[in-house]
C-alpha cells in the first residue's frame, strides 16, 4: 500500500465525519427552533384564552409606600400627589405620541405582549452580558402598576402577560393607555402626567410645549434617574433621546425636532408645594441606598412599602431650624449662602439628621455627599493623629514661632506667635506654624495613609500644605472620619434604612449589624479626643459648648470663604459646613462663627437621650504649661539629640527585660512619660516625589529673621485657625 494511500483514506473518513456532525448539529437547531417556536404557540393560545378581568375600569391601585423616621413620623409619601385624574381626550396627542415613541411603539397592534420583542430583548442582553433592552409594553407596565411588585423574577414576568393579556379583553386600548397614563411613576411624588406636568413645570398638562412633554416621556423607565431635579443634565439628554424617536416615527418634523432639542429646560421653582417631604435631603439619600440594596424607584412607588430609616425626628427639625435661624442671625439670607448639616451615631452607624442645603425647594443640589470644599483647620486632626502614631504625646512641647519648609512660610492667624506651648494648646489655638512642623517632622505621607484609612477617598496632593486643609473634602466622609476619634479608633459606616415591609407586612430587608473597622490605635483615639476637648473649653471652639463632654474643631479656608465645626460626643458625632455655592468670600465667617452655634444647637438635642456621659477612654492628663517652665522643645534643634536619648533609654530597657509592647509607649512609669517623646529627623535625606517640596536645610537662624523672610514671600492660601 502507498504512503499515498494511506494518508488520503483517513482524510475522507475525518471529513465524512465532520459532515456528519454538521447534519446532527443541524437537526438539533431546528430540533430546539422548533421546540421554542412550539412553546411560543402554545403560551400565546393560553394567553388568548384567557377570561377578562371584570369591573377594570373601576380599580383604583393601593399602592401607598411611606418612608417612617425611627421614632414614627412620615416623613415621605409616595402617592398623595397624583392630582385629578384626566381624560384621554384632554391629553395632547403630541404627548401621547412621546409615550408611544418611547415605551411601546407597537401599542395599538399587539395583543398586551409583545413574544418578538421579548425575544429580540433577550439575544440583545445575552450578547451585551447584562440588560439593555426592555421588553414590557405598556399594558404590561400597567399589569405591574395594578396588581403585581416590581421583583425581578421569572415567575412575576410570566404573571405580568398573564394579566396583560387578561386587561386587553377587558378594556380598549384608549382605556389601557388613559389608564396608565393617569397612574404611571413620573418621579418626583408625581403620579401619572397631570402631577407630573404640574411638579416640574407648574402646568396644566394641556399646557405642556413639546419638549416639555418629552422630557416626561422619557421618566417611566427611570424616575429618578432621568429627573431634572435630579440631574440636569442627563434629563436634556433623555428628552432629547424621546425627540429624536418621535422624529424617526414622523410623528414630528425635522424643524421640530431640532428646534425642541434647543430648547432650555425651564423648571417649577417651588416643587415641594405638591409633595409629602419633611426631610427632602435625607429622603433623597434614602432612595440612593434603596438603589444599592436592589430596590429601584419603580419598586419603592409602586410598592406599597413601609419604609423605616434611622432618621430622629426631632433632631431632624432642630437641624433645619439651625441651618436658617442661626444663618439669619448672622446676615445670611441669600440663596448662595448654604450650609451643610450631617449627623449620625458613630457606635452604631444610624444616620439621625441629614440636611444638604438651606432649602430644598430652592436647591436639590447635596452639599454632603456631592461638593468637596477645603476644610481649613478642621483637618489639622489628621496631622496630629499621625505624630501621636509615631510617639509624640500631647504634653510635648513645640516651637510656635515662624517656619519655613522649602519655599512655604506659614503664618498664624493675625501673625500671633506663642513660642514653645504644649502640643496640645498647639491644636487647641489652632496654630498654623505648629501644624506645618508637625508634617514636617511627621512625614506627607503618614498623615494621607491616616486621611485614607479615616475613609477620605477625595484627592489629596503630596504637599505640605494639606496640614492646613488645603485639599477638597466631602463632609459626609469627614464628618465619618472624625467618628473614628469619637469610637476607638474604629470606624462605622453610616446607615440609614432600618427595615422594609412589603404591603402585606411581611419583613423584605432588615438592617445588618454593622462591622466596625480599626483605623487607629485606641490610645490614639482617647490622646485625640483629650485634645479636642480642651478646643470647646478653652479654645476656638467655645460657641459649640452644650454643657457637657464633646471635643471638636473648627475650620476656615482662606478668605472666609468655608467655615467648618466639626465635633462630637461619646454617642454623635456631627458635621457642619458654612458658605457660598458659588465659591465666594462670607463675610468674617469662622467656623467658630455660626458653623459652631448651627453644631450647638443640633447637639442639644441629638444627645438628649444619652444625658451627660463622659467618653470611656482611660483617664489622660494633660500638663498645665506655665512660661519659663524648663522643657524640651519640638524644634530643628532639639529633636534629634531628644529622639536619640529616647531611643537609648528604649534600648536599654529591651536588654534589661523590661521594654514593653506598645508602639506609643502608653503603659510607661509616670517618670518617663513626663519626658517630652519627639518625632525623630532622619540624616539621610530621603528622595520625595516630584509634587512635593523639599524642605530647606535648617540652620541657627532666629525667629525674628524667619518672620521677616517670611513677610517677604507671596503667601500661600492657608487656614485660619477658627
Not at 409616595?78 to 396627542?93: M, N, Q, S
Not at 508602639?663 to 509616670?670: H, L, Q, V
Request: positive net charge; hydrophobic residues 35%; charged residues 25%.
Amino acid at each position: 500500500m502507498s504512503d499515498r494511500y494511506q494518508f488520503e483514506v483517513p482524510e475522507k473518513i475525518r471529513k465524512i465525519k465532520q459532515k456528519r456532525n454538521y447534519t446532527y448539529l443541524g437537526y438539533l437547531f431546528v430540533f430546539a427552533a422548533a421546540v421554542v417556536l412550539a412553546a411560543f404557540s402554545a403560551f400565546k393560545l393560553y394567553l388568548l384564552s384567557l377570561p377578562p378581568i371584570h369591573n377594570l375600569e373601576d380599580f383604583k391601585p393601593n399602592i401607598i409606600t411611606k418612608i417612617y423616621s425611627s421614632d414614627g413620623e412620615i416623613i415621605k409619601t409616595f402617592t398623595a400627589y397624583t392630582f385629578k385624574k384626566v381624560e384621554l381626550e384632554e391629553i395632547p396627542d403630541t404627548l401621547i405620541q412621546a409615550i408611544i415613541a418611547t415605551e411601546d411603539k407597537n401599542f395599538y397592534h399587539h395583543d398586551g405582549y409583545d413574544l418578538i420583542g421579548l425575544a429580540r430583548s433577550i439575544v440583545a442582553n445575552v450578547m451585551a452580558g447584562r440588560v439593555v433592552q426592555g421588553a414590557s409594553t405598556i399594558t404590561q407596565q400597567l399589569s405591574r402598576i395594578l396588581f403585581l411588585n416590581n421583583e425581578k423574577t421569572f415567575n412575576r414576568k410570566i404573571k405580568e402577560f398573564v394579566i396583560a393579556a387578561r386587561i386587553e379583553k377587558s378594556i380598549s386600548k384608549d382605556q389601557i393607555l388613559e389608564m396608565y397614563l393617569n397612574n404611571v411613576y413620573l418621579g418626583a411624588g408625581a403620579y401619572g402626567v397631570e402631577g407630573a406636568a404640574q411638579i416640574y413645570f407648574n402646568k396644566s398638562v394641556k399646557q405642556l410645549t413639546l419638549p416639555e412633554m418629552a422630557l416626561i416621556a422619557g421618566l417611566p423607565q427611570a424616575p429618578s434617574v432621568y429627573s431634572p431635579f435630579n440631574n440636569l443634565k442627563k434629563a436634556e439628554k433623555r428628552r432629547n433621546q424621546v425627540l429624536r424617536r418621535m422624529y424617526k416615527m414622523r410623528f414630528i418634523t425635522k424643524d421640530e425636532y431640532l428646534t425642541a432639542r434647543k430648547e432650555p429646560i425651564k423648571l417649577n421653582h417651588r416643587p415641594n408645594v405638591y409633595t409629602y417631604n419633611k426631610a427632602p435631603y435625607f429622603c433623597d439619600y434614602v432612595m440612593r441606598e434603596l438603589d444599592k440594596l436592589g430596590f429601584d424607584e419603580e419598586d419603592i412607588s409602586q410598592g406599597g412599602y413601609k419604609i423605616t430609616t434611622t432618621l430622629d425626628y426631632n433632631t431632624q427639625l432642630a437641624t433645619n431650624d439651625a441651618i436658617v435661624n442661626d444663618m439669619n442671625a448672622y446676615g445670611l439670607k441669600g440663596d448662595n449662602n448654604q450650609a451643610a448639616v450631617f449627623a449620625y451615631n458613630h457606635v452604631t452607624g444610624k444616620i439621625i439628621a441629614y440636611a444638604g442645603g438651606k432649602d430644598y425647594s430652592k436647591s436639590q443640589y447635596d452639599r454632603i455627599t456631592q461638593a468637596i470644599r477645603p476644610p481649613g483647620s478642621a483637618f489639622k486632626p489628621f496631622v496630629y493623629a499621625a505624630a501621636l502614631e509615631k510617639g509624640i504625646t500631647p504634653n510635648d512641647m513645640v516651637e510656635d514661632m515662624p517656619v519655613k519648609i522649602g519655599n512655604w512660610a506659614p503664618r498664624n492667624y493675625g501673625n500671633k506667635y506663642r513660642g514653645n506651648i504644649p502640643v496640645y494648646t498647639a491644636l487647641m489655638v489652632s496654630s498654623n506654624v505648629c501644624a506645618a512642623r508637625m508634617i514636617e517632622y511627621t512625614g506627607i505621607r503618614p498623615v494621607i495613609q491616616m486621611a485614607r484609612m479615616l475613609g477620605l477617598t477625595t484627592p489629596i496632593e503630596y504637599d505640605y500644605t494639606i496640614a492646613l486643609g488645603s485639599n477638597g473634602v466631602k463632609l459626609f466622609e469627614f464628618t465619618r472620619a472624625y467618628g473614628a476619634f469619637a469610637n476607638g479608633g474604629f470606624k462605622v459606616e453610616p446607615y440609614s434604612v432600618e427595615k422594609i415591609e412589603d404591603s402585606k407586612g411581611k419583613v423584605v430587608y432588615e438592617a445588618p449589624t454593622v462591622k466596625p473597622l480599626k483605623v487607629m490605635n485606641l490610645s490614639t483615639a482617647s490622646e485625640m479626643t483629650a485634645i479636642l476637648k480642651t478646643v470647646i473649653t478653652n479654645g476656638t471652639g467655645m460657641a459649640a459648648n452644650i454643657g457637657k463632654p464633646a471635643a471638636g474643631k473648627t475650620g476656615t479656608t482662606d478668605d472666609s470663604k468655608d467655615g467648618y465645626f466639626m465635633g462630637y460626643t461619646p454617642n454623635i458625632v456631627a458635621g457642619v459646613w458654612v458658605g457660598n455655592d458659588d465659591n465666594t468670600k462670607v463675610g468674617n465667617l469662622t467656623g467658630g462663627t455660626v458653623p459652631a452655634t448651627i453644631w450647638k444647637d443640633v447637639m442639644k438635642v441629638a444627645t438628649q437621650p444619652y444625658g451627660n456621659v463622659d467618653f470611656q477612654y482611660a483617664s489622660y492628663d494633660l500638663t498645665p504649661f506655665k512660661a519659663g517652665k524648663s522643657v524640651k522643645i519640638i524644634s530643628p534643634d532639639a529633636v534629634q539629640k531628644a529622639f536619640d536619648k529616647k531611643e537609648k533609654e528604649l534600648n536599654q530597657k529591651s536588654e534589661d527585660g523590661n521594654a514593653e509592647n506598645d508602639n506609643k509607649y502608653a503603659d510607661e512609669t509616670p517618670a518617663e512619660s513626663s519626658i517630652p517623646k519627639l518625632l525623630p529627623i532622619k540624616k539621610k535625606e530621603v528622595k520625595k516625589p516630584e509634587m512635593a517640596p523639599t524642605p530647606q536645610p535648617t540652620t541657627s537662624t532666629s525667629s525674628s529673621q524667619v518672620l521677616e523672610e517670611a513677610n517677604k514671600l507671596a503667601p500661600i492660601p492657608m487656614a485660619s485657625p477658627f
